[in-house]
């Protein structure tokens, strides 16, 4: 065969391919999901892939012009009768590089949008869209009278037509023809919608009601009312309640826009739910370093509590807090005392915690506001909160005297929270009692805390005294506490101080309903402890109950086990209501302790409790009567009120910005008082600031109340779906 015959061959064989593209090649329509109608089109895009300088190709297999005789024995390809659905299939040219030329794989049909309309035209160029590769061949007559634009209606008109072609070509167009939504070959896109149309002119394609585009290879899809795919600049533009499934992340907008060869792309009106927190802004960019939103607002799935010594202030206040921390829901009020705003907020979805990291937030009570440095959050299902830096009025876990300065916060593996705070204390005594409350010097803290176990060291120059304290949880009832010089809790008898303790305690409340009864619990404990007489000399008012300071230096050590139990009985009479109202109680306990050192103890106590309610007022008020068998070989645990001995615990609310409250407990057989203290409930009711002082103990106390749900206004917030911002391109 000479060379004209198979120029004149490959013409042929050009025609026939690109009249096969153009041909009733039809598609079983894909249901879209829910209940939307089924569409009656589909448009599948083999996107042109890049090419590998380093390999050579498969296609350069068929780089050769074929002889006549191997195209004539090749098989034809099937027509495929028309169906409701439209299909049109159009392919790039796969254009490989071998030696340094250029060659056209034949397992690819030519676009029939780059072929010239003019009769007699010159041999025409096409570049794949990564630019790597220019393929020169001969472009083909074309019918003048064949139409510009394909649709649904015409391709089922179009003619059925066979061509002839190499087996390779046959198995790819029975892949094309097998093609759906759960099928989609990686390097194409497709355009699933009630309509589907391809403009010639404008080289574009449109899906038009309920458009679904997938992009092969991606775990992604894209729904709106319409789709418009322009293989010029190779953006996908989406427009019409739109829908991003990728990964399985949803996002919601009125518009999308993404660049198919760089992964950017652009939403209108993004809505995002991650893990429960809600992001809205106004609008979105995204490309393989992330999604960045502007300008919107990011929503928790649940309040924020931040809280510290909350259950130290005016019982009122204590009750309201308790209330929160079970409903916080309930607790937000309809317009927050104040807004948080953010600069930048870095959201880390693959993060269990520490997710949201916020800069330059601040809080913002009308026109005072208030910056707040770096910090890092867990949002979503569980939130939790840890302020960079906090002050810290403290009497430096009862290291003495009042201790002011910063305390720097950092996290520490999954839920813990590592803290130092270097301070300057200010008054303290010693263990000697010989400091009278007027020096200056340093302190500091340490701790950590997580879930499951807390521990502080701290230490102050005024006082020269070093405590400490460990506690672990070991179920939800029990737990290991052990302390240096700390204040430690011992059910009945309140709050003890020894030298050196180290104890399992367990509490168990009876969940059984029992006659007359509102509350039972069972207290079992058992530990070493060792004992320091002349800790009492850190308080007068505290030592004068021992009968005053003391030179007492035996430090008894020794195994202590104690079993307590303590009841409150259902209110015996009520009068009135929650607003103004009386209900009466009786409260009762028993404790009983032993000693290694061979020594035992009996105590028991029995009285009334009358709570009273005025609007504004708040009172507790109770009388005891006790009676003690025994004796302990320890001074720091001895039963104080005595036999006989009154205690009152009450607050008002002067308005919502501020509650007082106070107590005073007082031993009739001592004729000293045994407790007594002050406290404040400062500020609006979702941000209290709460103080306490202590004047039998010498202990003071800083904390604060915050519940947080509103939506946090931030300029830029910037999504992360993986350390490295992997799989953050496309759709």
């Known amino acids: ?133 220019t393929l020169q061949t001969e472009v083909p007559q074309i019918d003048k009278d064949a139409p510009s ?30 093609i759906s939504e759960d099928t989609t070959l990686s390097g194409t896109i497709q355009i699933v919608a009630d309509d589907t149309e391809y403009d010639q002119e404008k080289n574009t394609f449109l899906g038009t009601g309920n458009a679904v585009a997938i992009i092969g290879g991606q775990n992604s899809k894209l729904e709106a009312d319409m789709i418009l795919y322009d293989q010029n600049t190779n953006i996908v533009d989406a427009r019409g309640h739109v829908k991003i499934l990728r990964n399985g992340q949803l996002t919601l907008g009125s518009a999308f826009k993404f660049k198919v060869d760089s ?103 009308n026109n005072f506001t208030i910056p707040i440095p770096k910090f890092v959050a867990t949002t979503g299902k569980e939130n939790n909160i840890m302020f960079p830096v906090t002050p810290m009025i403290t009497s430096n876990i009862q290291s003495g005297g009042l201790n002011i300065g910063p305390s720097f916060n950092s996290s520490m593996g999954k839920t813990g929270r590592f803290h130092w705070a270097p301070m300057v204390q200010i008054g303290g005594r010693g263990t000697t009692g010989s400091t009278e409350g007027s020096g200056i010097g340093l302190s500091g803290q340490v701790g950590y805390s997580n879930q499951k176990l807390s521990s502080s060291l701290a230490y102050g120059s005024v006082s020269n005294l070093l405590v400490a304290d460990f506690k672990a949880k070991l179920s939800t009832n029990a737990k290991f506490q052990a302390g240096i010089n700390r204040w430690m809790e011992d059910g009945l008898y309140g709050f003890r101080r020894a030298r050196l303790i180290a104890e399992v305690v367990h509490n168990h409340p009876v969940a059984k309903q029992i006659p007359f009864l509102a509350s039972v619990n069972f207290r079992s404990a058992a530990g070493w402890a060792q004992d320091n007489p002349q800790l009492i000399n850190t308080s007068p008012a505290f030592a004068a109950l021992y009968g005053g300071t003391t030179t007492n230096t035996v430090k008894t050590s020794a195994f202590r086990i104690s079993e307590q139990v303590q009841i409150v009985s259902q209110p015996v009479f009520s009068v009135g209501n929650e607003n103004y109202g009386v209900k009466g109680y009786f409260f009762g306990g028993l404790a009983a302790s032993g000693y290694s050192t061979g020594d035992s103890r009996l105590m028991g106590q029995i009285g009334p409790s009358i709570l009273w309610r005025a609007n504004r007022f708040n009172l507790n008020t ?110």
């Open 1 to 133: 065969m000479n060379q004209g015959t198979d120029r004149q061959t490959l013409k042929m064989v050009a025609v026939s391919l690109s009249l096969l593209m153009l041909s009733n090649l039809a598609l079983p329509a894909v249901a879209s999901a829910g209940n939307k109608s089924k569409p009656s089109g589909t448009l599948l895009l083999p996107l042109t892939p890049r090419i590998d300088q380093n390999e050579t190709p498969h296609s350069a297999r068929s780089a050769q012009p074929k002889p006549a005789a191997q195209l004539s024995k090749a098989p034809s390809v099937p027509s495929v009768p028309s169906t409701n659905a439209a299909a049109v299939t159009v392919a790039k040219p796969v254009v490989d590089v071998v030696d340094g030329q250029t060659a056209a794989d034949t397992a690819d049909t030519t676009e029939s949008e780059n072929l010239s309309t003019e009769s007699g035209a010159p041999a025409g160029s096409i570049e794949d869209t990564a630019g790597n590769a």
């Open 263 to 365: 992964d950017e792309y652009l939403i209108t009106r993004p809505d995002t739910e991650l893990n429960g927190t809600q992001v809205i802004a106004r609008g979105a960019y995204g490309n393989k370093g992330g999604l960045i939103f502007r300008n919107g607002t990011l929503e928790t799935a649940k309040p924020f509590h931040i809280g510290k010594n909350i259950m130290f202030g005016p019982i009122s206040a204590v009750t309201d807090i308790a209330d929160k921390l079970s409903h916080p829901d309930a607790y937000l009020p309809e317009k927050g005392s104040f807004v948080f705003k953010a600069r930048k907020m870095t959201y880390e979805k693959y993060k269990e915690s520490g997710n949201l990291t916020v800069l330059g937030g601040r809080m913002v009570f």
């Open 622 to 731: 109770n009388y005891t009567q006790s009676a003690v068998r025994g004796s302990s070989p320890f001074l720091f645990d001895q039963f104080l009120q005595g036999s006989k001995s009154a205690n009152i615990q009450g607050d008002v609310k002067i308005n919502k910005w501020l509650t007082l409250g106070g107590g005073y407990g007082y031993s009739f057989d001592s004729k000293l008082p045994y407790q007594k203290s002050v406290t404040a409930a400062i500020g609006p009711p979702d941000f209290k600031v709460l103080l306490t002082r202590n004047m039998i103990q010498g202990i003071n106390r800083f904390g604060f109340d915050l519940l947080y749900g509103q939506p946090i206004p931030f300029q830029r917030l910037v999504l992360k779906g993986s350390p490295d911002h992997g799989q953050m391109g496309g759709i």
């Open 149 to 178: 634009r394909i649709s649904a209606e015409d391709a089922r008109n179009a003619p059925t037509l066979e061509a002839t072609a190499t087996a390779d070509d046959l198995v790819l167009n029975e892949m094309d023809a097998a």
